[in-house]
């Protein structure tokens, strides 16, 4: 499966972005979708996921309450609808597939997008 990320952009403190994720190629519905993040210098960390129903979310805590992970199968697309944005958040944002396990865990992610800039200004 191929993914393709994009609605990053700049945005003020407090403010709003929604990031999606085009997947083609084999079964959308099939994969568990995750979004994760990389700052400058530091390592990449998982954001949020959505199983394969899409019944079942979960969120790092950092951003638990101020974004929401949401997928739309017959798009074959995932969103990331961001929230009270904060300087901490502004990274490097891809999403990825996986065929399941613990969610949080990168290694479970088979397939990833390119990455999409947020950059927060205060």
């Known amino acids: 499966v191929q993914l393709q990320a994009s609605g990053g952009g700049l945005v003020q403190t407090g403010g709003s972005l929604r990031l999606s994720c085009v997947a083609s190629?084999?079964?959308?519905?099939?994969?568990?979708m995750g979004w994760f993040r990389q700052a400058p210098g530091k390592e990449r960390e998982f954001v949020a996921a959505?199983?394969?129903?899409?019944?079942?979310?979960y969120y790092a805590y950092s951003v638990k309450g101020r974004f929401t992970i949401s997928r739309d199968d017959a798009k074959n697309t995932v969103y990331l609808q961001m929230n009270s944005l904060k300087s901490e958040d502004m990274a490097v944002y891809y999403c990825a597939a996986g065929a399941g396990g613990r969610l949080s865990n990168i290694k479970m992610y088979d397939y990833w997008g390119q990455g999409t800039l947020v950059t927060v200004s205060s």
């Open positions: 190629g084999r079964a959308f519905s099939s994969y568990v």
């Open positions: 959505i199983s394969r129903s899409g019944s079942n979310t």
